[in-house]
């Protein structure tokens, strides 16, 4: 069964940076869409940013021109790239498919504040 590990989560200040990693235990998933997700404590979890097996990226409004998806292919790893944080961004973050079809990780949290 794939797994996925996320990593890089941590608490920083607002404006601060971090970079998120998913690992897969499989190559199969060169061929999918990929997405990380967030969620709130409270709230549903929501779409952040998504990349296609060509390596297209979206976003949603919020993060727009602050959060920047990648992936690397060769090493089975999807990434999340954060800027310019938010208080609004503290959340749990994971990756999956897009649309998701894989069990969810564990996740990896973020938490921004002062």
């Known amino acids: 069964q794939v797994q996925l590990v996320e990593s890089g989560g941590g608490s920083v200040q607002p404006g601060g940076s971090l970079r998120l990693s998913c690992t897969t235990s499989?190559?199969?998933?060169?061929?999918?869409?990929m997405a990380w997700y967030r969620q709130a404590p409270g709230k549903e979890r929501d779409l952040v940013a998504s990349?296609?097996?060509?390596?297209?990226?979206k976003y949603t409004g919020s993060v727009k021109g602050r959060f920047v998806i990648s992936r690397d292919n060769n090493k089975n790893t999807v990434y999340l790239q954060m800027n310019i944080l938010k208080p609004e961004d503290t959340a749990r973050y994971y990756c999956?498919?897009?649309?998701?079809?894989?069990?969810w990780g564990q996740g990896t949290q973020v938490t921004v504040s002062s």
């Open positions: 999956n498919q897009l649309p998701q079809t894989l069990p």
């Open positions: 499989t190559s199969g998933l060169t061929f999918y869409d």
């Open positions: 990349i296609t097996s060509a390596g297209v990226p």
